[in-house]
């Protein structure tokens, strides 16, 4: 059983900052790649920004210069610092991480972190 443990969310001012965690546990013999995804009210679910086995990192236009990906492979954590940010950051967080398990390769979800940019 593997299970995703999302941290990290909350109010915040516009021009502020939040760090996401995510922690991976259960039975995992590799991580392929980790990614947090946003779905802010009204709007569909999009990609914020993906970190691979091999350390490529992408980030959403939208994110670039603001949001850091980070991860600790030894904890199988995925992290993501936002910075400078703004009202139209104000979505529910949820990463993603794919990953070898028993049953081969699957994708898993976490439970999703409340963010708010308001003043």
């Known amino acids: 059983q593997v299970q995703l443990v999302e941290s990290g969310g909350g109010l915040v001012q516009p021009g502020g900052s939040l760090r996401l965690s995510c922690a991976a546990s259960?039975?995992?013999?590799?991580?392929?790649?980790m990614a947090w995804y946003r779905r802010a009210p009204g709007k569909q679910r999009e990609l914020v920004a993906t970190?691979?086995?091999?350390?490529?990192?992408n980030y959403a236009d939208a994110v670039k210069g603001r949001f850091t990906i980070s991860r600790d492979t030894a904890t199988k954590t995925v992290y993501l610092q936002m910075n400078s940010l703004k009202p139209e950051d104000t979505a529910v967080y949820y990463c993603?991480?794919?990953?070898?398990?028993?049953?081969?390769?699957?994708?898993?979800w976490g439970q999703g972190t409340q963010v708010t940019v308001s003043s």
């Open positions: 993603n991480v794919d990953l070898l398990t028993i049953g081969g390769k699957q994708g898993f």
């Open positions: 259960g039975t995992i013999f590799s991580i392929y790649a």
């Open positions: 970190i691979t086995s091999s350390g490529s990192i």
